[in-house]
Nanobody, 126 residues
Framework: QVQVVESGGGSVQAGGSLRLSCAASGYGFSSNCMAWFRQDSPNERKGVAGIYTAAGRTYYSDSVKGRFTISQDNAENTVYLQMNNLKPEDTSMYYC???????????????????WGQGTQVTVSP
């Protein structure tokens, strides 16, 4: 049974930091694309960071580059998103996407992934 479980959301003031965790199990973690998305509008999830777990290659959207860092712990089948210098516009529901196509060629496309977590809320106050 596949499980994708996020944790670590919360409320912080602008300039603060949070770390999100995504624990995945039940499929081949070691060679797939995983990513974090956020729900910036009712009908669209936008990719903010991706990682190809076989090589550790990382990818970022322009809006978070230099502030967010995605990383992995293969022993724990977990992907993290360290978010620093948070801004009010980072406020959103964040989702972990798992079992994407190896190589992360289209990591920003939400239909590339087979499994999703339930989401974790991040709120940044001015």
């Amino acid at each position: 049974q596949v499980q994708v479980v996020e944790s670590g959301g919360g409320s912080v003031q602008a300039g603060g930091s949070l770390r999100l965790s995504c624990a995945a199990s039940g499929y081949g973690f070691s060679s797939n694309c995983m990513a974090w998305f956020r729900q910036d509008s009712p009908n669209e999830r936008k990719g903010v960071a991706g990682i190809y777990t076989a090589a550790g290659r990382t990818y970022y959207s322009d809006s978070v580059k230099g502030r967010f860092t995605i990383s992995q712990d293969n022993a724990e089948n977990t992907v993290y998103l360290q978010m620093n210098n948070l801004k009010p516009e980072d406020t959103s529901m964040y989702y972990c996407a798992a079992d994407g196509r190896p190589g992360c060629v289209n990591w920003v496309l939400d239909d590339e992934y087979n499994y999703w977590g339930q989401g974790t809320q991040v709120t940044v106050s001015p």
